[in-house]
């Protein structure tokens, strides 16, 4: 399975856009890109994946690059309650479908 | 909408006691994965089902057995608790293991006294 690399963390003021980014670049032509987020000891969350075109849904937008090798996960209006860790997956299609999480990036959401 | 119901949601036991968790997926979802989360960690893979069969398996210790039954609720057995079996336990499921999103459940916190 690819390997994705994202930062460690990141600050968003309240109300603004937070741009979260994941590198991807040894993605393979049958992986999506999957996003999750993690609130504090919670389940993981689902929030949007794809596979070459951008997306949207209710929670965020997914900005994926011609080239695959890197994708943005964009939420739109950062309110408080979106301070979570953000988990960049890249999963084979149709291949059993485990998710291997890595580090993921912890976003702090500042009033 | 239904979720993915976990039970119990907090558990506490001895070392080289046994126990047992379960995992009742999404009406629908054909599909469950069970995850391990220590304390400071991200989640790691551990078993996966699909239609009442082993589909697919990661880091599991030989001490831990899973199945699905045929309601496809999913019991994960633990046995011979060390105290590093402290962790937060998750189940997702899905429906079909193919590109369709995992969702999770609440999670059931494990402590080994």
């Known amino acids: 399975d690819a390997k994705t690399t994202q930062p460690t963390s990141m600050d968003c003021a309240e109300g603004r856009a937070a741009n979260l980014p994941c590198n991807h670049s040894t993605i393979s032509g049958n992986e999506y890109v999957y996003w999750y987020r993690q609130i504090h000891s919670q389940g993981p969350q689902y929030i949007i994946h794809?596979?070459?075109n951008n997306e949207t849904n209710e929670m965020a937008s997914l900005i994926i690059t011609e080239d695959r090798k890197s994708s943005t996960l964009i939420l739109p209006h950062a309110t408080l309650r979106d301070t979570a860790v953000y988990y960049c997956?890249?999963?084979?299609?149709?291949?059993?479908?485990?998710?291997?999480f890595g580090q993921g990036t912890e976003l702090s959401v500042k009033p | 909408a239904a979720g993915v119901i976990q039970s119990p949601r907090h558990l506490i036991k001895e070392k080289r006691e046994t126990a047992t968790l379960k995992c009742y997926p999404i009406?629908?979802?054909?599909?469950v994965y069970w995850y391990q989360q220590g304390p400071g960690q991200d989640p790691q893979f551990l078993i996966s089902?699909?239609?009442?069969?082993?589909?697919d398996k990661g880091s599991i210790p030989d001490r831990f057995s899973a199945q699905q039954f045929s309601d496809y609720h999913s019991e994960l057995n633990m046995s011979s608790l060390e105290l590093g079996d402290s962790a937060l336990y998750f189940c997702?499921?899905?429906?079909?293991?193919?590109?369709?999103?995992?969702?999770f459940g609440d999670g059931t916190r494990l402590s080994i006294l």
């Open positions: 997702a499921s899905s429906p079909g293991p193919g590109n369709q999103p995992q969702h």
């Open positions: 794809g596979l070459k």
């Open positions: 009406p629908r979802h054909d599909t």
């Open positions: 997956i890249v999963r084979p299609y149709n291949q059993g479908g485990k998710l291997i």
């Open positions: 089902f699909y239609e009442k069969m082993q589909s």
